[in-house]
């Protein structure tokens, strides 16, 4: 298994290529062959031998990307994972799930709603209250995150309010 955090708790003081490097150390087999061909996929070539506190958020995401998909592993944890990433890795890193996720499970953490309406083939959990819910129509999450939270009420206050407003301001 390899996480991904949503947060960077990425070593600054080592390059892209040392990160990577130590983080293959730590498993039996990784595709070094595959890892090179990602990092060209994303750009990262020329910053590999940088440090990692020259990357942007979004390169230190395609970093941890890369190094997870060249690992040779079952799951993949990743927590928002997409946050960072311009439209063009966001759309390559939905491809490359979507070509692995035969072979391997991942398990994304994700408000970016995009992804999950693309993204038929999964099953969606809703967490709330600290509790999970499988959603069987992932048409109706907005409705039930209105109706099961504190959201609802909001609603209703902010037109209660504008209401009052209106008629003082008339």
């Known amino acids: 298994m390899y996480y991904i955090p949503s947060d960077f708790y990425l070593p600054e003081y080592l390059s892209g290529k040392e990160y990577a490097e130590f983080v293959f150390s730590r498993y039996e087999e990784t595709d070094r062959r595959f890892f090179d061909f990602l990092i060209g996929l994303y750009h990262l070539k020329s910053s590999l031998n940088k440090k990692i506190s020259d990357y942007s958020y979004g390169m230190k995401k395609k970093l941890q990307i890369a190094t997870s998909l060249a690992l040779n592993i079952n799951y993949i944890l990743a927590d928002e994972i997409f946050n960072g990433l311009d439209y063009e890795s ?81």
């Open 90 to 170: 966001f759309l390559l890193t939905e491809y490359l799930i979507n070509k692995f996720s035969a072979n391997r499970k991942f398990i994304l953490i994700s408000h970016n709603m995009d992804y999950i309406n693309r993204n038929t083939q999964a099953n969606v959990y809703l967490m709330s209250n600290g509790q999970m819910d499988l959603i069987k129509d992932i048409n109706k999450i907005e409705e039930i995150v209105i109706n099961i939270g504190e959201l609802k009420n909001y609603y209703e206050e902010i037109d209660g309010f504008l209401r009052n407003y209106k008629d003082i301001n008339e």
